[in-house]
């Protein structure tokens, strides 16, 4: 018997032959099908056997070792950590939405919420139409590009085989462009955080398949030479893809396709408030210009003589095809529809205006106990970053030990090391959803860091102190890879022998 | 305002900190040309107003009695499974990359992987992909890159592999010039045919994707076709579903050691039987799991167990080498989440049922499905499609048009199955049936009774 810790045994570990949760098992059925000697499983799979209790315990207590935006403040740049409103999971939940299998009859409640999300993203994005079917931000990103690349071929402008991409990007903004079968041009970004013009006047040519950019750009900043740089790309018959991933900064102050923007993918989990579940699901959907709108991923809701329906390939024969094996992530779409009719037209702008107001608040703030911004005299967007670089040259200490000591102090870290042009940097998203008296808090807590930088380095370096395990070793376990659970003397053994 | 905490003296004493006299100076380096004006959208409502709403468009489809699988199931859920996966701790948490604040969701996903290892009887796991015809696009870009003895980038489709997975790899693998070969299926037993494979036992292919049970719902010979894609040194991919693997060889252990190496060499399929609910085709999950030799290729979210700073075991990410994030343009798939939420929920799902419970689901929808295709076939005018043994999913043909049969089972409350007509226009007039374990004999019963009068019925209503 050791003394309470946080730590929870493997489920595997509470296993005993014969106990289980039976009256989760459906009844004996009687029946002569039987699955033919070759093809038969000969031994049971090592799955645990457990009683309901244990099992619940089990997970509750996983569970409690999580930070989460329903316990603590999760200033997760690029990342939307704003409150998921209960109701949204709740009705998504409803058993007749539950239940219902993808492919029957078309279900006509669902699909009215369906068409009208369609509406809604259209309106807030200026776009001509919307898919709702990538699952996921990356998916979405796919989906667009490979739409660009329909287009061109649509055109037999074949020579077409670069995307632009500025340093800053995303890391799925060059792997996205990859994966559809681009190579990939870097370009840098000016002093103030813009893209540098020279650089992508250089770059394009008749070989530029369109450029990938997110605004406000992931150094936080509204990249001010959009007109400038959607003419450059346009002129050079280039089309320009918007990754949404801080759309949460805009939300009804400047639409993606006002600024010229000719596809677009959003994250419903971040500016649409569906849940991040420890990654994932999440929701990708893509709007696009007029010129796209033939090649959008499959099915959409279209609605006639007061039906809605599947648009399939019949009625889109040159769509870039399916991405799912149904219709993409419908439940967390109807959670997004949910939280976008709670807000409304007010409370959709209020987004964007509370998301700026935190934002600069605590730049503001840090700023005054002594942190130094990395663009200090851009306005913060829904985000900005402050990067480290005094404090590591003079107390050694590096942004990943900050981030480790705001867990100590109750508070998930920023993202840290992202973008990589800024040494040292804590990219710092608030969200609209976060309380004056929270930033105030976490101030308190930055600042005593700061205090511990000076007289106690070491404590940053060491920490985190309170979770349920100190700093992991990333080289072991990646080197001595232990996937799985292979029984209950491996686990006994004592890993550093 | 909704969901927004700040009270007007809040906001006055923040824009005093940042030096401006109102939020929107905080807007002011977005051109003017470019402001937005006012969005046409509908008002806001409040929790009482949007909750009657929902109830009224879910009250319009409402409940009828399901009979489709063709990649989706709808299987018991028990209660903990959703009432512990939305706890805010796992349903509103992020990834887990600050691993010290993360542990429950990374002993969870370690848990789970070990769970799909023991179900396949392979190696290692990911933590998860989109869905089951994703992760079969994912499974065909990663034989590509392990495959080095072929440099064809051609795959082995048969026609008996679900035919939306298969447009989806084409949709997903066909911008990196891999192409897919149909391989015909034997029209009386309803499974892959080996004599069509026979034919490109020269050619050079980088691999074969065996669905078990296939779309149709039979079960294929996997030990043969694994045979023949290893004696032609073709990556094997096996595509299953979850809950067949309590009654079925795990695909591990298909065919015979050839040249050193046995079983499917990387295996998928689509998550969603484990404790995930219908829900008009999604969220639900992939799952994906290989040898130890190819983990390096495989795409998505892995999580490892290793030790603190103290030597106490705890789990983090690892291999993210391969991942977006570190190697951009160069990584194994742009992916980044997985779908974390549906994992938890399968994972508690399948420590629920254990090895017996799940082996009792598998059995007992078996036998609904023998129970329904008996009954249905006493209907005049129906009669099975196939002869091979089945899973718990089979064909029927029916002496008139499916989808006038379908429309008049719709009309008493019951979803009948799956027209195949268009996407198997030689079968005919043919419907694809599903039972599990949530069929009861009065709902087969039910079923009988309604097909009976559809197809004795004037065509017209």
Redesign the interface.
């Known amino acids: 018997m050791t003394e309470l810790s946080l730590r929870e045994p493997l489920i595997f570990e509470l296993s005993k032959p014969g106990r289980g949760a039976v009256t989760q098992f459906p009844p004996n059925v009687a029946g002569s099908v039987r699955v033919p000697e070759n093809l038969r499983r000969r031994s049971p799979p090592a799955l645990p056997e457990v009683s309901e209790l244990q099992a619940v315990r089990h997970f509750t207590r996983l569970s409690q070792m999580n930070f989460s935006i329903d316990t603590h403040f999760y200033p997760l740049g690029s990342c939307t950590m704003k409150y998921n409103p209960k109701a949204c999971n709740t009705y998504a939940m409803l058993p007749e939405f539950l239940g219902r299998h993808p492919l029957g009859p078309e279900p006509q409640g669902f699909l009215a919420c369906m068409y009208e999300l369609q509406g809604m993203l259209q309106e807030i994005t200026g776009m001509q139409a919307v898919s709702l079917t990538p699952m996921a931000g990356a998916q979405g990103e796919f989906a667009g590009v490979a739409m660009i690349r329909a287009y061109h071929r649509a055109r037999n402008d074949t020579g077409r085989t670069e995307i632009i991409v500025p340093q800053a990007a995303h890391g799925t903004n060059p792997a996205t462009a990859t994966m559809c079968g681009y190579t990939v041009r870097e370009i840098p970004c000016d002093a103030n955080g813009d893209v540098d013009i020279e650089a992508l006047k250089l770059a394009v040519s008749p070989a530029t398949a369109g450029i990938m950019l997110t605004n406000p750009s992931t150094l936080g900043v509204f990249e001010r030479k959009i007109v400038q740089i959607a003419r450059t790309v346009h002129e050079a018959g280039g089309l320009l893809y918007y990754d949404g991933a801080n759309l949460n900064a805009i939300l009804g102050k400047v639409r993606p396709g006002d600024m010229g923007f000719d596809v677009i993918h959003m994250n419903l989990h971040k500016t649409f408030s569906t849940p991040h579940g420890g990654g994932g699901p999440g929701s990708g959907a893509v709007g696009v210009s007029a010129r796209l709108k033939a090649f959008l991923p499959l099915p959409i809701v279209g609605k006639e003589n007061a039906r809605y329906r599947w648009l399939t390939e019949g009625d889109l024969p040159q769509s870039i095809g399916r991405l799912s094996g149904f219709m993409g992530n419908a439940g967390v779409n109807l959670r997004a529809y949910i939280y976008m009719r709670l807000l409304g037209r007010q409370g959709m702008v209020r987004v964007a205006e509370f998301a700026a107001l935190n934002a600069n608040y605590l730049m503001k703030r840090l700023q005054a106990i002594g942190f130094e911004a990395a663009y200090p005299k851009r306005r913060a967007s829904h985000e900005f970053i402050i990067t480290l670089k005094q404090e590591h040259k003079a107390y050694h200490v590096s942004a990943m030990d900050v981030a480790k000591r705001l867990l100590d102090y109750g508070f998930h870290a920023p993202t840290t090391y992202f973008p990589l042009l800024v040494p040292e940097c804590l990219l710092i998203e608030p969200t609209e959803t976060e309380a004056k008296e929270d930033l105030d808090r976490f101030c308190d807590a930055m600042a005593s860091i700061r205090e511990e930088m000076r007289h106690d380095p070491e404590k940053l370096a060491s920490a985190p102190h309170t979770m349920p395990v100190r700093r992991l070793d990333d080289v072991r376990a990646a080197k001595q890879l232990d996937l799985i659970w292979k029984g209950s003397a491996a686990y006994q053994e004592p890993l550093g022998s | ?6 009270t007007a003296e ?2 006055a ?3 005093g ?4 006299n109102g ?1 929107e100076d ?6 003017a ?4 004006g ?10 009482m107003e ?2 009657r ?12 009695l ?1 009979f ?1 699988g ?3 199931y ?1 299987h ?1 859920i ?1 209660a ?1 499974v ?1 009432s ?1 996966a ?11 990359y ?8 990374l ?2 996903v ?2 789970y ?3 799909m ?3 396949t009887g392979m ?3 990911n ?2 992909l ?5 992760a079969l696009a994912e499974a065909c870009l990663m034989a590509v890159r392990s495959n080095r003895s072929s440099s064809s980038r051609r795959i082995l489709m048969p026609r008996a592999v ?1 035919p ?2 298969a ?2 790899a ?3 693998a ?4 891999i192409s897919f070969v149909p391989v015909d299926y034997d029209r009386f037993a309803g499974v892959t045919l080996l004599e069509a494979l026979e034919a490109y036992s020269a050619q050079d292919f980088t691999a074969l994707i065996v669905q078990q049970p296939n779309f149709f719902g039979s ?1 294929e ?3 043969a076709l694994t045979n023949w894609a290893h004696e032609n040194k073709i990556l094997l991919i096996a595509l299953v579903n979850p809950i067949s ?6 695909p591990a ?1 298909w065919g015979t050691e050839i040249a050193g190496v046995r079983g499917a060499d990387i295996v998928c399929g ?1 998550g969603q039987s484990l404790g995930v ?9 992939g799952f994906m799991a290989t040898r ?1 030799h190819y ?1 390096r290729q495989m795409p998505g ?16 990410l ?4 391969r ?9 194994t ?10 994992v ?1 929920a399968a ?2 799902y ?12 598998a ?2 929808s ?6 329904l295709i008996s009954a249905l076939c006493q209907v005049a005018g129906v009669k099975r499609g196939f002869t091979a ?3 718990h999913e089979a064909v029927l043909l029916l002496d008139r048009p499916a989808a006038e049969v ?2 008049a089972l ?1 009309r008493k409350g019951i ?1 009948g199955g ?1 027209d195949l007509s268009e996407r198997y226009p030689e079968l005919g007039s043919a419907m694809l049936v599903c039972a599990t ?1 949530t069929k009861l004999s009065v709902d087969i019963d039910r079923y009988r009774a309604a097909l009976t009068d559809a197809m004795s019925a004037s065509c017209a209503t």
């Open positions: 305002m909704a969901f927004i905490p700040h809040d906001i004493r923040m824009l900190v940042i030096g401006v939020i905080l807007f002011d380096e977005i051109p040309e470019l402001r937005a006012a969005l046409s959208l509908p008002e806001p409502l409040s929790e949007i909750g709403l929902m109830g009224e468009r879910a009250a319009i489809d409402g409940r009828p399901n489709i063709a990649g989706a709808e018991h028990p903990p959703w512990i939305t706890r805010g701790e796992f349903y509103s948490a992020y990834t887990p600050q691993a010290e604040a993360s542990q429950g969701t002993q969870l370690y848990e992987q070990s769970m290892c023991a179900l190696e290692v796991s933590a998860s989109y869905d089951g015809a994703s679900n939306t997975y447009q989806v084409r949709a997903i066909g911008n990196q010039d079960l010979e996997v030990d693997l309590a009654l079925l060889k795990p252990q689509e609910p219908l829900a008009s085709g999604g969220p639900y999950f130890m983990v979210r892995i999580v490892g167990r290793t030790v603190d700073t103290e030597g106490r075991p705890g789990f983090s690892t291999l993210q080498a991942e977006q994030h570190i190697r951009r343009s160069k990584a798939s742009n992916i980044c989440t997985n779908q974390g939420l549906m938890t994972t508690i399948m420590s629920l049922l254990g090895p017996r419970g799940l082996e009792a689901v059995q007992a078996m036998q609904r499905t023998g129970e043994p089945h899973f379908l429309a719709y979803i799956l374990e």
